[in-house]
T-cell receptor, first 115, second 115 residues
């Protein structure tokens, strides 16, 4: 069964460093998402992406964040200058369509630790 | 603002007890509804989903949920829990009518089942 994959599973970085989190969505999916979950808190929407453009972004997704689909298979989330509060689990998700049936398929997540 | 409420933050049950976890959302219109489970250290796993039709939906592992539109609720139930059901449970809603397709997650309910 096709699945969303994410690399790395765990990333440790120093405050102020740039990180890139990678996701490979399911191959025929067209809509892509990033969510994050700070330890002990709920899962929060960051950004959605379709047709090489951001469709929607949350207040969390400020200028330090960017997303890209560089090669037609990978979907990346970049944090330019990490802060301690960026420490969280980051989940990628994808879906084939948007309409009345909108199940998103989640990857296993990348745990980002900012020291 | 759109919100999803899970009133039970921590639930402790003995094995074989019945479970009901509440989920309410704050807006009308057409919605897609989901329950996810997150076992310790693992990623989100879909338990069940509601798009339309029969408001009583059955999911994996013996879980079911009932959509009550008039109450804006989608409560999760299981007649007899097992120790292995110890996990965190998240309700999620997509507000189709709003034209955005992001998941809005509830704050989660931590379930501990005592053997």
């Amino acid at each position: 069964e096709p699945e969303v994959t994410q690399t790395p599973s765990h990333q440790v970085t120093q405050m102020g460093q740039e990180v890139i989190l990678r996701c490979v969505p399911i191959s025929n999916h067209l809509y892509f998402y990033w969510y994050r979950q700070i330890l002990g808190q709920k899962v929060e929407f960051l950004v959605s992406f379709y047709n090489n453009e951001i469709s929607e972004k949350s207040e969390i997704f400020d200028d330090q964040f960017s997303v890209e689909r560089p090669d037609g298979s990978n979907f990346t989330l970049k944090i330019r200058s990490t802060k301690l509060e960026d420490s969280a689990m980051y989940f990628c998700a994808s879906t084939v369509e948007r309409g009345t049936h909108n199940e998103q398929f989640f990857g296993p997540g990348t745990r980002l630790t900012v020291l | 603002a759109q919100s999803v409420s899970q009133h039970n933050h921590h639930v402790i049950l003995s094995e074989a007890a019945s479970l009901e976890l509440g989920c309410n959302y704050s807006y009308g219109g057409t919605v897609n509804l989901f329950w996810y489970v997150q076992y310790p250290g693992q990623h989100l796993q879909l338990l069940l989903k509601y798009f339309s039709g029969d408001p009583l939906v059955k999911g994996i592992k013996g879980f079911e949920a009932e959509f009550i539109k008039s109450k804006f609720s989608f409560n999760l139930r299981k007649p007899s829990v097992q120790w292995s059901d110890t996990a965190e449970y998240f309700c999620a809603v997509i507000n189709i009518t709003s034209g955005t397709y992001k998941y809005i997650f509830g704050t989660g309910t931590r379930l501990k089942v005592l053997a």
